[in-house]
């Protein structure tokens, strides 16, 4: 192969070959033609080879040149997909995850806790609560936020991961200034002084602070200031007198050579080994124990492995310039706008053409800052053509945006000649998936989102009263909740706050169309759609509902939520039972030839509780319709058949007013509950065992009830009118 110093910026496995397509790039072994012709431009590849050895560097060179502990942690702000998430667990990288997003995306990937470490300068109370339950390491970037955690780890105590505390060290990297951020007056970090101070709020609480962190910027070359930096963390870590086992990490930034003028690049060896010997040298000097030594790299895995793929559309010359109009740009990658990044490429058939003259790359985009690269020598080429940039793999996806309404590029994953689609392209659809038309107008936008979350047994769908352009009929309900022709629930819960309340406000439907007044799973999946839209923190908040108000409050990031259900009231004009005004404690109703004794209670809805020696699904099938519509019952009610196990634990069939048999219950789960504990036969925390899983019911005196239990997200996505088409046309 001739070699062109281009070429030696593009992944490993890059060949200049003859192919079905002449004579062109492969990568990995794959066409890029073919690729290009069948996925689409603009097109991003990462080659799995290219990704791997950067990780391998970084092994080899610890393990050559630092004699103690020593890990990787990657920065997945440089590029974090589900795909690359799991090939970071091929190799037991950390991952750095900044804002409750990129957590999203680790933990879809199954990255372990204690791999999953957290930064940020500003982080969310959502951020803080969901790192506690699912990071392993949170990295403190300044004092209020310790206040914040150190408040929730009292009320979570167990659990709470290792913090770190960041440094800024006051040195700058030559880079470009948006990338600097250990200097002096960086927003990142805290001071040496607040370092100390943020140390000793740690011992005092008794939170786990075990390392110290800096991060000087990104892109840099020339790794000498990381030596001030080094230095004066270990100053800090002797006055702290950190053990044995406390971690120093240097955060990443190493630089990568982006055009073949930045060539010959210092290498990721060199930078390691400069790094770890000014660490083993200062631990010595100072005579303090070695850390653990985590490097923090984004880019510099990888950059490389990644190559942009763009079709040429248009040529044209200005009195000065050769412009090449490509189909991408600033969307896709804004870096040359940001940052004034010198990027390089080549034509994908016949890439070693001798250049022509200077030539100016740049994209479709409305803005003349959307140039791809200045004054690059070039070959002459034709409209049409597919143009390569290397070193596309960070930085670029990560910072994309829907400028000019452009659609996000399709990845793929480039690994032994096959290609996997990692991410699809957006779709001009997706566009619009979170917009909403102005009140009253008349367009045909005609679908409206929904969120499904499963709490225990019982799913729910969310949707915003406002996205509706009439209320839902019951029909339509029905037709939303049918698991068949619909899309399968439990029921709906339709979201009426207004903004200006402090209070939240939810109606709950059966799937049958009835209204409930209350429905203890649909608070707790209301409670969570509200955390998921960051309309609530960490503090407990009000919903309003037909049967009454409660308090729900969100923890371990979103998976529980404790729901403050109102008493529980034995009243019987509250269900309303028919007769004279009393508890209706143990009565007696004969059905079908059957005596059942029964108690009735409300917990802003109407239950009736059987007692049974024995339960089973059949019984509650059989006895639930009858009993919901017993004369007796004016408003119907549900009907629970209980059989007291111990004093903590009760086991539950449920039969439910409006939909029939089901496998949990929130509120069912309160009433059964407050008769088993009304009846002397259980204390006063209670676990409910139901087909559909457990609840936590604790009841206080005066029978206030609180309700704890897991809530999970199913799927959101739009619900279309069609789905009404054929009930509509019978009106
Ligand atoms: N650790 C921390 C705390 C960071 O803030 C960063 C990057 C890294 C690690 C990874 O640095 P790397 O090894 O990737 O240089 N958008 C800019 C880069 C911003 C970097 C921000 N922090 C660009 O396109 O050049």
């Known amino acids: 192969m001739k070699t062109s110093p281009r070429i030696q910026l593009f992944p490993h496995t890059t060949r200049n070959k003859t192919t079905r397509s002449g004579n062109q790039l492969t990568i990995a072994g794959c066409d890029l033609t073919e690729l290009a012709d069948q996925y689409g431009t603009p097109l991003y590849v990462y080659d799995a080879a290219t990704l791997n050895a ?21 920065a997945g702000k440089a590029f974090l997909s589900l795909a690359i998430a799991q090939w970071t667990q091929r190799h037991n990288l950390w991952v750095d995850c900044t804002g409750l997003g990129e957590l999203r995306i680790a933990a879809a990937a199954a990255v372990p806790k204690e791999r999953t470490l957290i930064h940020g ?45 960041r440094f800024r060290p006051g040195a700058a990297v030559e880079t470009h200034a948006h990338i600097q951020t250990g200097q002096h007056d960086s ?66 930034g190493w630089g990568v050579p982006y055009h073949e003028d930045d060539l010959p690049h210092a290498s990721i060896e060199d930078f390691v080994h400069f790094s770890a010997g000014i660490v083993v040298d200062g631990c010595t000097q100072r005579g303090i124990p070695l850390p653990r030594l985590q490097l923090e790299p984004g880019r510099s895995l990888v950059a490389q492995a990644g190559v942009a793929i763009y079709r040429t559309g248009t040529i044209k010359h200005t009195p000065e310039r050769r412009w090449i109009l490509l189909d991408g740009g600033l969307a896709d990658n804004p870096r040359f706008a940001l940052y004034q990044a010198r990027y390089s490429a080549l034509p994908i058939v016949e890439p070693l053409r001798p250049n022509a003259d ?30 390569a940039i290397p070193v596309s793999g960070a930085y670029q996806l990560s910072m994309a945006s829907n400028y000019n309404g452009a659609t996000r590029p399709a990845v793929l994953w480039l690994e032994d000649g096959q290609a996997t689609v990692i991410r699809n392209r957006e779709s001009p659809d997706d566009l619009i998936r979170h917009d909403k038309p102005l009140p009253n ?99 407990a908040f009000q919903i309003m509902t037909p049967g009454g108000e409660v308090r729900a409050l969100v923890h371990q990031g979103g998976e529980s939520v404790t729901i403050e259900m109102g008493k529980a009231d034995f009243d019987s004009r509250q269900i309303p039972t028919e007769g004279a005004h009393r508890e209706s404690i143990n009565e007696m109703m004969l059905i079908d030839g059957q005596e059942l004794t029964y108690c009735v209670v409300s917990m802003g809805n109407p239950h009736c509780v059987v007692l049974c020696d024995e339960i089973s699904v059949e019984d509650a099938k059989k006895w639930g319709p009858l ?59 209670i676990t409910v065992h139901m087909p559909g899983g457990e609840l936590e019911i604790s009841i206080g005196e005066n029978f206030d009830i609180n309700m704890a239990g897991p809530v999970a997200k199913v799927w959101q996505g739009n619900i279309s009118e069609e789905v009404f088409d054929d009930l509509t046309t019978d009106k």
Not at 362 to 387: M, N, Q, T
Not at 634 to 650: A, H
Not at 672 to 681: N, S
Request: charged share 20%; proline share 5%; aromatic share 10%.
């Open 441 to 539: 107008s008349s367009t045909n936008f005609s679908s409206v989102l929904f969120h499904k979350f499963h709490g225990l047994g019982n799913d729910y769908i969310v949707v915003r009263e406002d996205d509706l352009e009439t209320p839902f009929t019951p029909a339509q309900i029905q037709q939303i909740c049918d698991r068949q022709y619909g899309f399968g629930s439990d029921g709906i819960a339709l979201d009426c706050s207004k903004p200006k309340d402090d209070f939240f406000t939810v109606r709950f439907f059966n799937p049958d169309g009835s209204e409930a007044e209350k429905s203890g799973n649909g608070l707790r999946i209301f409670a969570r759609y509200l955390w998921d839209a960051e309309r609530v923190g960490l503090e």
């Open 627 to 685: 009993i919901e519509k017993e004369a007796r019952f004016p408003n119907r009610t549900n009907v629970q058949f209980l059989k007291v196990i111990d004093r903590d634990n009760i086991q539950i069939e449920i039969w439910e007013r409006g939909a029939g048999y089901t496998l949990a219950s929130g509120s069912s789960s309160c009433a059964a509950a407050a008769v088993a504990h009304r009846l002397g036969l259980c204390d006063g925390d």
């Open 187 to 252: 927003k990142f970090g805290m001071s040496g002084q607040e370092i100390v101070q943020a140390a000793h709020i740690c011992r005092a609480n008794k939170l786990p602070f075990n390392g110290l962190h800096f991060h000087l910027g990104s892109q840099f070359h020339i790794p000498d200031p990381i030596e001030h930096a080094i230095r004066r963390t270990l100053d800090l870590a002797e006055e702290l007198q950190m053990g044995a086992d406390w971690t120093l990490c240097l955060g990443g």
């Open 121 to 165: 300068v500003n982080k969310s109370p959502q951020v803080l609560s969901t790192g506690i339950s699912q990071a392993g390491t949170i990295v403190v970037d300044n004092l209020t936020e310790l206040e914040r955690l150190k408040t929730l780890a009292q009320s979570n105590p167990t659990n709470i991961p290792d913090i770190w505390l």
């Open 358 to 387: 200077s030539a100016w790359l740049a994209g479709p985009f409305c803005e003349s800052g959307d140039v791809l690269i200045e004054a690059l020598p070039f070959p002459e080429i034709d409209p049409g053509e597919l143009i």
């Open 54 to 74: 950067a990780v391998q560097s970084y092994q080899l060179a610890l393990t050559q040149f630092y004699p103690g502990h020593a890990g990787i942690t990657y």
